[in-house]
């Protein structure tokens, strides 16, 4: 019998604390899956596909979903939860979805799946965040630095990012140098009616590039393979980051096309978790100037299905990861629009950046998400720019 939902008892109860990360992950089973629900118990999984599909269809995406549960639930143990500052409950004017008077004024438009072009008031906005964490650059003397969108493949692989990362990454090709394949693609390009551009893989050059996941990145591949001098390097930039994160895309909270402001360290162990809290402590006044109701806690980033049980339970176990969670009021829920991370050696070992007495530097950067952060403002103090923090009145100006 077809069927457009499928019901789905784990094989194994899947814990609270990962509910909401293996129901993320449901989203690369198979592309037929339009939605995807585990209950708030952990022992139902409710799968809506795009279209009716036979029994034994069904029985083979079934098989990948108990994959997806056993590979990240078993054995896995809660991590404590550390919270370093916890300011949730700061009194905030507005509730309502922004997302909604932001489509009604046209201040934003959705070009596809978690891309957005974005108007000025969101712009505006943005561009004010940015100045604090600008002013927080300086503060540590920073350097500037600017990066390219692109991002080669084998610096990726170099640092393992195609295992822990898969699912997320973004390729970027073009047609090869070939007059028959060009003359070909320019007369027959089309997209389909689901926008789909129709044209046959081989015509594409091998990839080499991909569409970059994070702005530190390219600093630590331009100190690839050198030596450190004494005082470390700290440096500054900003730039657009792609993570594909296919049915998880939604609003302004989780783009495809984002943009990212980074506070990036490279040097000693000490130098690099001191600058770290550093940098907390210091934006820490930042948003109690403006009210901005936020926690900040331990987390770890979004690995795969086959990486993610060793790689968080990691990060939580040495604290390397500390996101600043904002408060969403619409949904009584948070946001992460920022983070604080300590890499240990990782990099150092695998790109071979080297302190003067020839051991592996070590690095950390502290990051923040301008739609995010942005879209987290606009939760909270709404559209009355009179009900704004005094501080931030001049961004009508």
Request: charged share 20%; glycine share 4%; hydrophobic share 40%.
């Amino acid at each position: 019998m077809n069927a457009t939902s499928l019901q789905i008892t784990p094989q194994l109860l899947i814990p609270p604390h990962l509910v909401g990360e293996v129901q993320s992950k449901l989203a690369y089973v198979d592309e037929r899956i339009a939605h995807a629900q585990i209950s708030a118990e952990g022992n139902q999984i409710t799968l809506e596909l795009a279209h009716p599909i036979a029994e034994d269809e069904q029985a083979a995406i079934a098989a990948k979903v108990q994959r997806v549960v056993v590979s990240m639930t078993q054995g896995a143990i809660r991590p404590k939860v550390q919270i370093l500052e916890d300011y949730l409950d700061r009194p905030t004017p507005y509730e309502a979805d922004p997302m909604l008077e932001l489509m009604r004024r046209a201040e934003i438009y959705p070009e596809a799946s978690g891309i957005y072009t974005l108007g000025p008031l969101v712009t505006r906005l943005m561009e004010w965040f940015e100045r604090q964490f600008l002013d927080l650059a300086a503060s540590f003397s920073a350097q500037p630095y600017r990066f390219p969108t692109l991002i080669p493949a084998r610096f990726l692989e170099r640092v393992g990012y195609f295992r822990a990362f898969p699912h997320s990454l973004s390729f970027a090709t073009h047609l090869r140098e070939d007059l028959d394949q060009i003359d070909a693609f320019a007369e027959s390009a089309a997209c389909d009616q689901h926008g789909n551009l129709s044209v046959p893989f081989e015509r594409f050059a091998p990839i080499q590039t991909l569409l970059s996941p994070a702005v530190c990145y390219h600093l630590y591949f331009t100190l690839a393979d050198q030596t450190l001098p004494p005082e470390g390097v700290t440096a500054t930039a900003v730039g657009n980051c792609f993570r594909y994160e296919s049915l998880n895309l939604h609003s302004l909270e989780r783009l495809w096309n984002f943009t990212m402001r980074e506070v990036i360290f490279v040097g000693q162990k000490d130098f690099v978790l001191e600058n770290r809290e550093v940098a907390r402590r210091r934006m820490q006044g930042v948003f109690e100037q403006i009210g901005f109701a936020y926690r900040v806690e331990s987390a770890n980033d979004p690995f795969f299905i086959g990486e993610f049980r060793k790689q968080a339970a990691f990060q939580s176990a040495f604290q390397l990861k500390y996101e600043i969670r904002a408060r969403l009021p619409f949904k009584n829920s948070t946001l992460a629009v920022g983070s604080y991370n300590y890499h240990q050696d990782f990099f150092g070992r695998h790109l071979n950046i080297r302190l003067p007495d020839g051991s592996p530097a070590h690095t950390g950067c502290v990051a923040f998400g301008l739609e995010r952060i942005a879209f987290a403002f606009l939760a909270q103090f709404g559209f009355d720019h009179t009900r704004w923090p005094q501080s931030m009145q001049e961004i009508l100006q």
